[in-house]
């Protein structure tokens, strides 16, 4: 009598091999994801629309044809010719602004560096004090402290001086710039530190080696948004500065906008913005990983 040689299937005899059905591609998504995918993908497309719209149509506007403007005639870039000789130059002016926006990044990092390690990582008397009145500048108005600015500057010799206004864009970004680099230390495991002194590190080597590269996200941020404040900044310059000189490129802008009989320059008015916004729009598509990483950075704290 044959026998049958009934054999059990891969799965059963513990094969590697999977046995899938013809046809079959994966597990499929539920009918809600998919109705609710479609609205999401629709409304997030008509924002960024939104967003993009005014940026673009300034690009375009600046080197197209417009009555009363240096482009009056077919498509180029006469606007971007009449900004770049205006008066002392448009590279002066860019240079102020450069000089102003990464002296304000640097003191901003370096002193809400070690002012987050040690706020994050050192127990002394009056210290969460101390931290409220460095965040308490954000209660202040800002246009109201230029005035007192403006005198205490006059005093020390660094009235109508491009490091005075550095000095006073760094005061304004500390509170958050502080607070940033706190949650950013504080997030860090303490044990990081312990491992760093135990395998001989000093203090400074181990704040240096060690946590220096945890909270970088924290200071890509920081930085990114200290930049952009001095970058873009109208009143510290417009108060603090007399020399025609040594305007930054905001202020360069708005005084050649104006034209005789109060008529405004808009094609200029563009390309200077468009000038503006560059290095902004740049500088935010390099760092925007870290920039995200450092607003979480604080977010699963222990």
């Given at each position: 009598?044959?026998?049958?040689?009934?054999?059990?299937?891969?799965?059963?005899?513990g094969?590697?091999?999977?046995?899938?059905?013809?046809?079959?591609?994966?597990?499929?998504?539920?009918?809600?994801?998919?109705?609710?995918?479609?609205?999401?993908?629709?409304?997030?497309?008509?924002?960024?629309?939104?967003?993009?719209?005014?940026?673009?149509?300034?690009?375009?506007?600046?080197?197209?044809p417009?009555?009363?403007?240096?482009?009056?005639?077919?498509?180029?870039?006469?606007?971007?010719?009449?900004?770049?000789?205006?008066?002392?130059?448009?590279?002066?002016?860019?240079?102020n602004?450069?000089?102003?926006?990464?002296?304000?990044?640097?003191?901003?990092?370096?002193?809400?560096?070690?002012?987050?390690y040690?706020?994050?990582?050192?127990?002394?008397?009056?210290?969460?004090?101390?931290?409220?009145?460095?965040?308490?500048?954000?209660?202040?108005?800002?246009?109201?402290?230029?005035?007192?600015?403006?005198?205490?500057?006059?005093?020390?010799?660094?009235?109508?001086?491009?490091l005075g206004?550095?000095?006073?864009?760094?005061?304004?970004?500390?509170?958050?710039?502080?607070?940033?680099?706190r949650?950013?230390?504080?997030?860090?495991?303490?044990?990081?530190?312990e491992?760093?002194l135990?395998?001989?590190?000093?203090?400074?080597?181990?704040?240096?080696?060690?946590?220096?590269?945890?909270?970088?996200?924290?200071?890509?941020?920081?930085?990114?948004?200290?930049?952009?404040?001095?970058?873009?900044?109208?009143?510290?310059?417009?108060?603090?500065?007399?020399?025609?000189?040594?305007?930054?490129?905001?202020?360069?802008?708005?005084?050649?906008?104006?034209?005789?009989?109060?008529?405004?320059?808009?094609?200029?008015?563009?390309?200077?913005?468009?000038?503006?916004?560059?290095?902004?729009?740049?500088?935010?598509?390099?760092?925007?990983?870290?920039?995200?990483?450092?607003?979480m950075?604080g977010?699963?704290?222990?």
């Amino acid at each position: 009598m044959a026998t049958t040689d009934i054999r059990p299937p891969a799965a059963v005899t513990g094969s590697t091999r999977a046995i899938v059905a013809p046809g079959y591609r994966g597990r499929p998504r539920p009918r809600g994801a998919l109705l609710w995918g479609l609205p999401s993908k629709v409304f997030t497309g008509a924002v960024a629309i939104i967003f993009l719209y005014p940026l673009v149509w300034t690009g375009v506007a600046s080197v197209s044809p417009q009555a009363g403007t240096n482009q009056a005639e077919g498509w180029g870039f006469g606007n971007y010719e009449k900004l770049a000789n205006f008066q002392s130059g448009i590279w002066v002016y860019l240079g102020n602004s450069l000089f102003v926006s990464i002296t304000t990044v640097v003191l901003t990092l370096l002193i809400s560096f070690l002012g987050g390690y040690a706020f994050a990582r050192f127990s002394f008397p009056g210290k969460n004090l101390l931290f409220l009145s460095v965040l308490a500048i954000l209660m202040v108005p800002y246009a109201t402290l230029l005035i007192p600015l403006y005198v205490i500057l006059n005093a020390v010799g660094l009235q109508n001086s491009l490091l005075g206004v550095a000095l006073v864009l760094t005061m304004f970004q500390l509170p958050f710039s502080m607070f940033m680099m706190r949650i950013s230390f504080e997030s860090v495991p303490r044990e990081l530190d312990e491992a760093a002194l135990v395998d001989g590190c000093t203090s400074f080597s181990a704040l240096w080696r060690v946590l220096l590269p945890a909270v970088k996200p924290g200071l890509i941020t920081v930085g990114l948004f200290a930049f952009l404040t001095a970058w873009n900044d109208f009143i510290a310059p417009l108060i603090l500065i007399n020399d025609q000189s040594r305007i930054t490129l905001p202020l360069a802008v708005a005084n050649l906008r104006g034209q005789t009989m109060g008529v405004i320059d808009y094609g200029v008015t563009e390309a200077g913005v468009v000038v503006l916004a560059l290095p902004c729009i740049v500088l935010f598509l390099i760092l925007q990983r870290h920039y995200v990483r450092g607003f979480m950075s604080g977010a699963f704290k222990g």
